[in-house]
């Protein structure tokens, strides 16, 4: 007899372009959930950076006080087909494999900012990292690396598998958290709601022969990557919301 999780049928997932906002796509999971993912990066990205924080501070405001709850997570381009990897450009110090795209989620809001090392981070998300909570996995070696690569700073990472494991709500018996990545844990700590179909092969960016231009960052991500960032990244503030109710 199959058991109730392997009975959770996968959410289908899809992307579309805003028709009313340039850098936004719409991701929507299933019939369940719906995000707003912000794609930016280099020197036009800045304005376009200020507005997602002031919103997300705005829409806190709104609802709990205290911290935003952010959740996080990184890609390395040259994982990937179709990688716009370009060591020349890697500052000094940085290992071969860099972080070229930062992941963020608050709520339903998410960002996708790629990393350009001849550009730096704008100062209000630098400062919105550093003051809010953020939650992922794996999250301090990805902070000591983001912060030698690109001088982004962490000051209350948490580590969601330390806090699963502290969590009163999970019981299945003996579990090693630390072997588990971000998709094992989320099937972990939120069940179904966990369950999305990912896309398993993807290419970084998008290629046809009219671009995308270099500074086109809202249309050079594939719609894949764009799927498989914010899924990322979401299931990372989710799992931090839930886990952060029975710990503290």
């Not at 002031?54 to 990937?80: D, L, M, P």
């Not at 996995?137 to 699963?164: D, F, N, Q, S, Y």
């Not at 009219?210 to 799992?239: E, N, Q, T």
């Amino acid at each position: 007899m199959e058991s109730a999780k392997e009975e959770i049928k996968a959410m289908e997932v899809q992307v579309e372009k805003d028709p009313n906002r340039k850098y936004v796509f719409d991701v929507i999971i299933g019939d369940k959930f719906f995000l707003a993912t912000t794609v930016t990066g280099g020197p036009d990205g800045d304005s376009i950076v200020k507005d997602w924080v002031q919103q997300v501070q705005k829409s806190h405001r709104k609802g709990k006080k205290g911290e935003v709850v952010v959740g996080i997570s990184a890609e390395r381009s040259r994982s990937y087909a179709n990688a716009p990897w370009k060591p020349h450009l890697m500052s000094p110090g940085s290992k071969d494999n860099p972080y070229d795209l930062l992941q963020l989620c608050a709520g339903n809001q998410c960002l996708l900012y790629e990393l350009d090392p001849s550009h730096p981070i704008p100062k209000i998300l630098k400062d919105f990292i550093h003051d809010s909570r953020i939650f992922g996995v794996g999250i301090e070696a990805m902070a000591k690396e983001l912060e030698r690569e690109v001088g982004l700073t962490m000051r209350k990472p948490v580590e969601l598998r330390k806090l699963a494991e502290r969590s009163k709500e999970i019981s299945v018996g003996y579990v090693d958290f630390r072997r588990k990545n971000l998709e094992q844990l989320g099937r972990i700590v939120l069940g179904g709601e966990a369950e999305m179909a990912r896309p398993r092969k993807m290419k970084w960016q998008i290629h046809d022969k009219y671009g995308p231009k270099p500074w086109d960052y809202d249309v050079r991500l594939s719609d894949d990557m764009i799927k498989h960032a914010s899924i990322d990244a979401f299931l990372a503030c989710k799992m931090g919301t839930k886990l952060l109710k029975n710990v503290d």
